[in-house]
């Protein structure tokens, strides 16, 4: 693994490190349950600090265990990193909309997906996995969720049976989870070359249905917890090869320090288009390693 | 497969009685999609209750048990919709919200009761505990004895 960081380019002196060191505790305020000045008002001696992109989120300095607080068990905050809140700040849900997160559990981004549309309009939150669907519904519940349906398939099928239906579609994907090193050593005993030419594979296939699932003029997101450029920009260039209309769209959120996507990796030469990837180093920005994509669907 | 007759019925004695117990207005849930399975009714957008999906596990959120003789709203519903109580709402001070939340029965501190009912109107049966302006959750009152309601799954404890 640190063979192949250096490789991209890291000086490891600072990213590991970084990679390993917790970054600073974040929860984000969801507005379906109290407005964001009501939620300060209550956790001011925690004394939040905004992250800059997102009005809503918030880093705090000591570490706390946010899952005993109040607010926590009101629902009226969710304990989420940083970086995990990007991906749908680039979606950017808006009410009435009808929207897909196709690989949805434990919930932390479908029910920012809900806030964001003012629990109206339908939100499909589906998982495969029938061990991840308990904790996706308790946290839907707890943060007061009424626009959501709950599926349990392959995200694969989508592309099938609800084609062209959604206006937006976020395909957080199962990943080789290379960026989470700080907050678990699982990643380390998943990880393998095989495991990311597999996980590649499963990719593909997702952001593919997901493509197929927009609605023309829709808009998706492509989102990773790792930094392994087969899974990123390998995963957007196919779908670029297959569909030379889709567009990944430049993104630039405020006060966040990112860089842009590979070129190339191991002599592949990628489509220009990925540079406009999000990549998120945690050496350069205070959150886990992420790498995040808006595409949209011309009319 | 229960019948929409059966279905509508179990639904508005639902609505009746979180009005009659609890001052909220029924029309608030008219905008929604109700729908009952067995004796809960659950609520949510009318797009997710139309939606025709395969391997469905669920729309939206569970909001009352329907019993013979009552009908209890769950924990999710009155943190979202606490704001419409207007009746059979009691206080709690931060050592009662703890226990509340622990899932614990207390003795709680009750205004000035005449001949066995509070002046604030609060009587025996369930009740939505506030702290400050928040809904925390549903107790089952009797006497000044508050049985907290907060699914084993929602407790915090410590």
């Excluded at chain 1, 960081?5 to 109290?34: C, H, W, Y």
């Excluded at chain 1, 191991?266 to 959150?287: C, S």
């Excluded at chain 2, 009750?110 to 109107?121: A, N, S």
Aim: aromatic share 8%; charged share 25%; hydrophobic share 40%.
């Amino acid at each position: 693994m640190l063979a192949r960081f250096e490789e991209m380019g890291f000086d490891l002196s600072q990213f590991v490190p970084a990679l390993l060191r917790p970054p600073s505790q974040t929860f984000r305020i969801n507005t379906l349950k109290g407005s964001r000045e009501q939620v300060l008002k209550s956790l001011s001696l925690l004394e939040p600090e905004p992250v800059g992109w997102n009005d809503l989120v918030f880093r705090i300095k000591d570490r706390q265990k946010l899952g005993n607080l109040l607010e926590h068990f009101l629902g009226l905050i969710y304990a989420q990193d940083a970086s995990s809140t990007i991906p749908v700040t680039v979606l950017d849900p808006q009410p009435d909309e009808e929207i897909l997160d196709m690989a949805a559990a434990p919930g932390s981004k479908a029910t920012q997906i809900a806030a964001a549309m003012a629990n109206t309009g339908l939100l499909v939150a589906n998982d495969v996995s029938p061990k991840r669907i308990p904790s996706l519904t308790a946290n839907l519940d707890r943060s007061g969720v009424l626009n959501t349906v709950v599926t349990r398939l392959p995200g694969q099928a989508y592309g099938h049976i609800a084609a062209e239906r959604f206006d937006r579609v976020l395909i957080d994907a199962p990943c080789s989870s290379e960026g989470t090193l700080s907050r678990s050593f699982r990643a380390l005993e998943i990880w393998s070359k095989s495991a990311i030419k597999r996980l590649s594979a499963t990719q593909r296939n997702l952001i593919m249905s997901a493509y197929y699932s927009l609605k023309p003029g829709g808009v998706m997101v492509y989102s990773t917890c790792t930094f392994a450029p087969e899974e990123n920009e390998g995963t957007v260039s196919h779908l670029l090869d297959k569909f030379p209309d889709a567009i990944v769209e430049p993104t630039d959120l405020e006060g966040l320090n990112s860089q842009p996507g590979f070129s190339e990796w191991r002599g592949e030469e990628f489509n220009p288009a990925v540079k406009n990837i999000l990549r998120l180093f945690p050496h350069e920005h205070d959150g886990e390693g992420f790498c995040v994509a808006r595409i949209s669907k011309p009319n | 497969m229960r019948s929409k007759d059966l279905e509508t019925q179990l639904i508005e004695r639902a609505l009746s009685s979180l009005e009659e117990r609890f001052g909220i207005d029924p029309d608030y849930f008219r905008s929604y999609h109700l729908f009952t399975r067995r004796n809960d009714v659950w609520c949510c957008t009318h797009q997710a209750g139309e939606v025709e999906l395969p391997r469905i596990v669920r729309r939206g959120l569970r909001i009352a048990r329907v019993f013979e003789h009552s009908v209890r709203p769950t924990t999710n519903a009155v943190q979202l919709f606490g704001h419409l109580v207007k009746r059979n709402r009691v206080d709690l001070d931060e050592r009662e919200t703890k226990r509340f939340l622990a899932g614990q029965t207390q003795d709680i501190h009750l205004p000035e009761v005449e001949g066995g009912e509070c002046v604030t109107g609060v009587t025996d049966g369930f009740v939505v505990a506030f702290n400050m302006d928040f809904a925390l959750g549903v107790g089952l009152l009797k006497g000044n004895k508050l049985k907290s309601q907060v699914p084993r799954s929602r407790r915090v404890i410590g």
